[in-house]
């Protein structure tokens, strides 16, 4: 790195120290003031929202009571009336008190009378079926006939959450036992959502308490359930901030999620200030940096761009005969003056070395044409594995020169001996006596690439470099050698058998012949002396056979003694 670049960074980092100080600063002082203002902000906005929830539900109660106390509801549950003077009042009702839900219910628990709206075009259609479910499981006409008191609050319904008060059907003066029930109900959602947003001026939304869209962002659960209301928390973008308040249904329970999410105004109008100190900083440091930086350039980066050029110019001509100028500081001449007697020293190192280097190219000249021009194999192992190996045992054993170095001996062996040893055991042996710096000579076969075996003999012996020891082996082809062996020792057993053939056949001869000869002699005619002339004649050629049988039986005994040929077992 350039002392220039180096001295920039440095400017770099001090500004870059300072805005990083200001912004912990920040973070640490400003940010918790900030966050319990946010808070205790969107706490108030979460308790107004419930406030103006519990405002309609009073007002529903309201209504619902006072309808619950009219002599002609008592009437309607106890004598009846006809369904078209029933459906007018509960249209009236419905366009007075944005209602979605009518039900009436006699003293036996039974329905006289329900209806919901569309207010779209204000037609009249069945109850919701799921709210008819939901009073029934949960006694809600029990517990209003037997305690004389109504029951308000919000329940969960698969079509939203509804609003709802129910209360006992009683004459207007109070008096007497409960005639049945009435219950209101108002869904929470469409018109009523944008109501709600409108008195309140908050992006007010309202979610299922099952609905993880309710707590994105603030916590990993859309449960309620241990998570104490509100739940107010920053986006993870942090540019918003976000509360959640659960409000309960008519049995304590979680029914419904409202979330609010405001923008964080308040915290972008507090660092904005920062923004603009830290501009101001930056400007400070650049212009303090750019004037620090002329003065180095005119006292010491000018000169030490000289000293580099000088040295560059050095490594590029291999000229160290070279020196650098003076400096105009001690420092600079003490550093120029150390330079130099460096390069004296490189000077005198350099031409040693080259000396050196000459001598080791020749020696590794000399081993690679010894290596690679005998006309012997030879392995370099270690470890068990062939690190080395020359053009001679590549060619006898028919390997490329990077397979070869991926194999061990037994890789090129098979399994057996020709003397019925495992290769793998007979290698071993031979490796643990090299280990200990035995020189080895035996005979040993190998497997080539394409399946055929070739006889070598091996000088096996151990050397030591710095990286190990290694174990150098040298193979002589003796395939040949054992091959002609194998021939002569055929003949020479051919020949033996032979022999005791031409023994065994003089005995077959002269036996007939004898009796050849008997029988003309006791026959005497004209003939005899032809035949027994004849006879004389195969006996001196048998007497012939049996002197060279006694001349081949001392060749044999020859060979025997001297050539180990045609012993006898």
Known sequence: MKLLTYTILVIVCVTLALITGIFVTAHLVLDPHIEKIEISAMTDDCDLVTDILQTELDGIAMLCRDYATWDDACSFVQDGHPAGHASDVALEIFGTARLDTILLYDAGGTLVYGTDIERSNMNLTSPSSALLTYLDDHDIYAQICSSRREVTGIIPLPEGPMMVSAAPVLRSTGQGPSQGMLLFGRYLRGDEVVRVQDITSLPVSFYSPDDPAAYAGIVGSGRTDGVESPVIAPSPDRKTVSGVTALDD?????????????PRSLYFQSIE??????????ATCVSAGILILILLHRTLFRHFEEVSRTVAAIRHDRDYSRRLPRGLTDEMNMLCGAINDLLSFLEGHIAERNRYEECLRDSREKYRQLFHSANDVIFVMQDGHISDCNKKAREMLGYNPEDVKELSILDVSPDCQPDGRWSAEALKEYYAMAERGAVLCFEWRHLRKDGTFLDTEVALNRFDLKSGPYLLAIARDITEKKQTDRLKSEAFVRIEQNLQQFATLNDEIRNPLQVIQAVAEMHSSDDTAIVLEQVGRIDRLVDDLDRGYIASEKV????RKHYQFGKKE
């Open 556 to 559: 044999r005994e020859f060979l």
């Open 250 to 262: 008519i049995e304590g329970r979680p029914a419904v999620l409202a979330r609010i999410d405001q």
């Open 273 to 282: 200030p920062f923004f603009q100190f830290i501009l101001v900083i930056v």
